[in-house]
């Protein structure tokens, strides 16, 4: 089967998938614009462009935040799928590998010149998590997963271990724009990041009548 046939029944097969995922920032749509991405990024990368397409596409087919933690899910269901379509053994392994290590919390330490297909959709998935579209998606698993939006300092101490969603700026999100392996997905992060910062420095000026 050529690239287009099996890029697109791929994509049809995912978003069937996660179309209706509980989650709004790691559903479908959150995958169409890494795909996007990637492929975007692809054009400025030597690369495979089947693997890294297929890597997009297949990253968060079962995200282990909602699978409690086990991450066979997903390489199962990447496996079985590439297999049932003979995909060359090859392409299949490269992009499992791509499922096995996108993630932020794996910091799984490569060089992209090695795996540049990973680098692409890791790039990729991390400019999804940043900017405009980042912050949406940071309140949007905030609200799934019950946290509040943000614990001014004062209140903190009483609320002891509440996490709050402003945190995870502090902890990822501000530290992707120097994460990030290709030069094309460093321009790209530039502007996002100065926004975050931003909606940061508004969101503390809004709020800091609290300290009064
Ligand atoms: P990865 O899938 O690369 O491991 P994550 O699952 O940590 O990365 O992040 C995916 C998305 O979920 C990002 O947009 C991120 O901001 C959001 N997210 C993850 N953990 C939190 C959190 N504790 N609070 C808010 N958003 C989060
Ligand atoms: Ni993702």
Redo the contacts with the bound molecule.
Sequence with gaps: MGHLKIIDKAAKYVKHKLFDFEEG??DWLHTFRVWQTTRSLAMHTKCNKTVAELGALFH?IA?A?FTNGDETIAIKLTEDWLQQENIEKNIISAVVHIVKH????KQYKYDAIDYPELAIVQDA??L??IGAI?IA??FS??GF?K?PIIVPSAEANRLNDM?D?IS?FYE??LHIKDSLHTEHARSLAYERHEFMLQFLNQIHKEISYVYF
């Design positions: 920032g790691h968060d995200d935040k996108v993630s932020w919390r998935d991390r999804d998590a980042g998606r940071a698993y905030g997963a946290r996490e969603t995870h990822k999100l």
